[in-house]
């Protein structure tokens, strides 16, 4: 085998394992991570470009955002400007504790998550939107929309403090 071959092969492993690490460090994330129940409420079922999917809003998408005393006044107020939310169980879900620009301390029963600012049309709204990555959820082709009254996700929370959905429920069941 020349060395050029050798080189080759070497690169197409460590690809190979870099890939393998990272796809089973997320899926141990996924099932060992604290998991919390949100409430959610869907926006767009399915859209004919993109194929099966559910936008979805959260009642935790909204928070009043405090600015910590090191942040400037007007710093950080752009779309996609990273937020700390502490979450806390209430009636059965989680929702919104406290929200700010400055990293929190989880209390007890308190979750710390981290998202980010979105974007909001409405000019000198006193609470913030707020994305945390799990907004879109795509189901396997051809389940099509569902009919439903009531949207609750199980999302998991990673050492990161970011969120992955790790399932939905519609009216109590597991969708799809």
């Known amino acids: ?8 092969w070497a690169i197409v492993a460590a690809q190979a394992a870099f890939l393998l690490a990272w796809a089973g460090y997320h899926e141990v994330v996924r099932q060992t991570a604290p998991v919390l129940l949100l409430k959610g409420r869907p926006v767009d ?5 993109r194929g099966d999917y559910m936008t979805m809003r959260y009642d935790i998408g ?8 090191a942040a400037k006044p ?6 996609g400007s990273e937020v700390w939310v502490l979450l806390e169980p209430r009636d ?8 700010s620009r400055e990293p929190l301390r ?11 600012l979105g974007y909001d049309w409405r000019s000198g709204a006193r609470d913030a939107q707020i994305d945390y990555g799990i907004e879109r959820y795509f189901v396997p082709e051809g ?12 999302v ?3 050492p990161a403090h970011r969120l992955s959905i790790k399932r939905v429920l519609l009216d109590g069941k597991a969708y799809p």
């Open 106 to 116: 989880a209390g007890p029963g308190q979750v710390l998550v981290r998202g980010a």
């Open 1 to 8: 085998m020349k060395p050029t071959t050798k080189w080759f």
């Open 143 to 154: 389940k099509g929309s569902p009919r439903f009254q009531k949207v609750e996700v199980e």
């Open 74 to 79: 007007g710093s950080g107020d752009s779309a």
């Open 62 to 69: 909204t928070a009043t955002v405090e600015t910590g005393p």
């Open 156 to 158: 998991s929370v990673s």
């Open 92 to 99: 059965g879900y989680h929702v919104v504790a406290k929200a």
């Open 45 to 49: 079922p399915q859209d004919l470009l």
